[in-house]
């Protein structure tokens, strides 16, 4: 009734969940389905810095700004020289992904936004395209190098000083926490991206 069940001490108790593991109700990980779901995603969504230096005439806010609808092209090997960048973005960087925007020249990350399409074959063909501004976050607090990022190897010189870099798992987790922190007025809009993922 209402969603609840009696277990054998009498007692009213949630309904099992479906952990999604072949466990039996009560018996399994307590996971809900939805959250194995969740975790699964986790598993293959990778996080990456997208670096640019606005004194070359572009930045993050022509992005946020942009009023279109579909998918936003970033990014082709006029602008992307760097070796492992171009590795990166040919082979590894898929749909589902999430880009850090990061403005090397001002030394911030300014937002966030999901990675809709990977890199396309052919001359002139963009190496990926982000989902639409309004899938995207653009912080009202960037989040700066100094103090928050120095540890973090894809902001050293230690990794490379490619335009793409990818974030390690405990990396990707930490940097949610920051943006948080650092935009406390949007913890729902972040909580929303995160889970949408």
């Keep these: 009734m ?18 999604g593991n072949g466990m039996e109700a009560g018996g399994g990980c307590g996971m809900r389905a939805i959250d194995h779901q969740r975790r699964g995603r986790a598993a293959w969504m990778r996080a990456w810095v997208f670096k640019i ?12 700004r942009s009023r279109g609808r579909g998918p936003f092209p970033l990014g082709d090997e006029e602008w992307i020289r760097s070796a492992s960048s171009l590795r990166y973005l040919r082979t590894e960087v898929k749909a589902g992904d999430v880009i850090f925007c990061y403005e090397v020249d001002r030394k911030r990350i300014v937002g966030v936004a999901p990675v809709v399409a990977a890199a396309e074959p052919g001359d002139g063909a963009p190496l990926l395209s982000l ?55 949007q913890k729902a809009q972040l909580g929303n991206f995160w889970k949408n993922r």
């Design 131 to 185: 989902a639409p501004p309004t899938s995207a976050v653009r912080l009202q607090n960037p989040v700066e190098r100094k103090p928050w990022l120095d540890h973090i190897l894809a902001f050293t010189p230690q990794r490379g000083r490619g335009t793409v870099q990818p974030f390690d798992s405990d990396e990707f987790a930490h940097l949610r926490r920051i943006l948080a922190a650092r935009n406390p007025r």
């Design 2 to 19: 209402g969603g609840r069940q009696r277990g054998g001490c009498g007692r009213a108790r949630p309904q099992a969940a479906c952990c």
């Design 53 to 64: 230096n606005t004194r070359r005439g572009w930045e993050f806010d022509q992005y946020f």
